[in-house]
C-alpha cells in the first residue's frame, strides 16, 4: 500500500522567513511520482511540482524548491523569504505505477502555512 | 474551457436523496479522475476513466456511488439514497495523458441534511 505522511499540521511563519514542509512517503513501487500541490483559502487545489523516482535533482522554481531524498523516502518543499499569499495547505501526493496503476494519486494530510506580517 | 469545470458548487440536499455531480474536463484531456476530500484530509481517490472508458472503481465506497462518462468528455458522478456522511468536498480533476499531472477542478461542496 502507498502511504504519505506530512507530519506538520500546522506551520506559522513571519514574512520573509525560510520555510520547509516536510513530505515522508512509502512505496512498494520501483516507479512512481511525488507531487506537491497547493489549497489557499479559496479552496482550489493547484499543481506545483511532479517528479519522477528515478530523477533526484533537486529543483527550484522562483522561491520554491524541493529535495527529493530516495534513501529517507523524503520529498521536502522550501518556500523561500515567504510571503503573506504563500498562507495555504499544501499536499504531498504520490502515484505509482504497480499499486496505483500510475494514476491514483494517494495524499497526506496536508501542512497548513500562515505567514503573518 | 480553461480549467476543470464543476457543477453545482454548492449541493444540499435531504438524506435519502439521490445526487448527481457534473464534471467537465479541460478540453482535449483524455484522463478524468473523482476524488472525495473530507474536512482537514487531503483528497481520497474515488474513480478514473481514460475516454470513456473506466479503468479503476476501487476507492468508490460502496454501490450507492456510481460514475460514467458516456463520450469521453464530461462525466458525471452519481449517490444514491445519500446519507449524512457522504457530506464532503468532491473533487474532479483531468489530465492529458494518464502520466500527466492531474489539474483539480473548484470541487463541489455536499452537505447531506
Known amino acids: 500500500a502507498q502511504k504519505v505522511t506530512q507530519a506538520q499540521t500546522e506551520i506559522s511563519v513571519v514574512e520573509k522567513e525560510d520555510v520547509t514542509l516536510d513530505c515522508v512517503y512509502e512505496?512498494?513501487?520501483?516507479?512512481?511520482?511525488l507531487f506537491w500541490y497547493k489549497q489557499p483559502p479559496s479552496g482550489e487545489l493547484v499543481f506545483l511540482i511532479r517528479?519522477?523516482?528515478?530523477?533526484?535533482q533537486n529543483e527550484i522554481s522562483g522561491r520554491y524548491s524541493w529535495n527529493f531524498q530516495k534513501s529517507t523516502s523524503s520529498f521536502n518543499f522550501t518556500i523561500t523569504a515567504s510571503q503573506v499569499v504563500d498562507s495555504a495547505v499544501y499536499f504531498c501526493?504520490?502515484?505509482?505505477?504497480?499499486?496505483?496503476?500510475?494514476?491514483?494519486?494517494?495524499f497526506g494530510t496536508g501542512t497548513q502555512l500562515k505567514v503573518e506580517l | 474551457g480553461a480549467g476543470v469545470s464543476q457543477s453545482p458548487r454548492y449541493k444540499v440536499t435531504k438524506r435519502g436523496q439521490d445526487v448527481a455531480l457534473r464534471c467537465d474536463p479541460i478540453?482535449?484531456?483524455?484522463?478524468l479522475y473523482w476524488y472525495r476530500q473530507a474536512l482537514g484530509q487531503g483528497p481520497e481517490f474515488l474513480t478514473y476513466?481514460?475516454?470513456?472508458?473506466?479503468?479503476?472503481k476501487s476507492g468508490l465506497p460502496n454501490d450507492r456511488f456510481s460514475a460514467e462518462r458516456p463520450e469521453g468528455s464530461i462525466s458525471t458522478l452519481t449517490i444514491q439514497r445519500t446519507e449524512q456522511r457522504d457530506s464532503a468536498m468532491y473533487r474532479c480533476?483531468?489530465?492529458?495523458?494518464?502520466?500527466?499531472?492531474?489539474?483539480f477542478g473548484d470541487g463541489t461542496r455536499l452537505s447531506i441534511l
Open positions: 480533476a483531468s489530465s492529458s495523458q494518464s502520466n500527466q499531472p492531474q489539474h
Open positions: 512505496t512498494r513501487d520501483t516507479t512512481y511520482y
Open positions: 517528479r519522477n523516482s528515478f530523477d533526484e
Open positions: 501526493a504520490l502515484s505509482g505505477f504497480l499499486t496505483g496503476g500510475g494514476n491514483k494519486l494517494t
Open positions: 478540453s482535449g484531456h483524455v484522463s
Open positions: 476513466f481514460n475516454y470513456e472508458a473506466q479503468q479503476d
